[in-house]
């Protein structure tokens, strides 16, 4: 009887594990070269999969090129951007990927074999771009930001007349851009309140 409930716990934690997307998952067995190990290595053989931004697209007669600007990914594989990267990488897909879909800024996470590294330019500086060819390719989906909404009460004022401890301050936090959904609190100054 006790067995039952610790099935379903269990069963439900596994489920919730981060995993990646189905179409950039790999076996456990697979061995996977890290970004620093073909930069800093010089390795341009074996099976990579990275995550970062899309910086540019290229569609050729036969694939798509996109430039990427690498980010270490988190434990489900989205990129975990940051104010620094560690550079760019090329992936290069075996089909047509619309520019307007694929745009510049969105996230992304690619799986397939190394090959040789290509030079190239970012802006005016000589670059050469790790790359990785017959690419499988994840788009990740916006964000969406949340609201967020905290409530503090405050031990230190106390009323005895009052059976609750002190008053509470509420705060929230909107996501940027976002319209507010109170109005401005109503707060007069010392000189308003004399006259």
């Not at 990579?48 to 594989?77: C, H, M, Q």
């Not at 799986?111 to 499988?136: H, R, S």
């Amino acid at each position: 009887m006790k067995v039952l409930p610790l099935l379903a716990l269990s069963a439900l934690l596994l489920g919730g594990c981060a995993t990646y997307p189905e179409s950039v998952r790999v076996s456990e067995e697979t061995s996977l070269v890290s970004y620093e190990a073909a930069i800093k290595g010089g390795i341009s053989q074996g099976t990579a999969r990275w995550s970062g931004v899309i910086a540019k697209v290229d569609n050729n007669a036969k694939d798509t090129r996109l430039e990427i600007v690498y980010f270490p990914a988190k434990s489900n594989g989205r990129p975990q951007v940051t104010d620094n990267t560690a550079g760019r990488f090329v992936a290069y897909v075996p089909s047509f990927l619309d520019p307007l879909v694929y745009q510049q800024g969105k996230q992304i996470t690619v799986l397939g074999p190394l090959a040789q590294p290509e030079a190239g330019m970012v802006d005016k500086y000589q670059y050469v771009f790790p790359v990785i060819n017959q690419a499988t390719v994840y788009l990740w989906p916006k964000q969406q930001e949340q609201t967020r909404v905290e409530i503090e009460t405050w031990p230190m004022w106390r009323n005895p007349y009052y059976p609750y401890w002190g008053p509470v301050r509420v705060r929230t936090t909107h996501p940027s851009g976002a319209t507010q959904t109170q109005g401005q609190p109503n707060v007069q100054s010392s000189s308003e309140v004399q006259q």
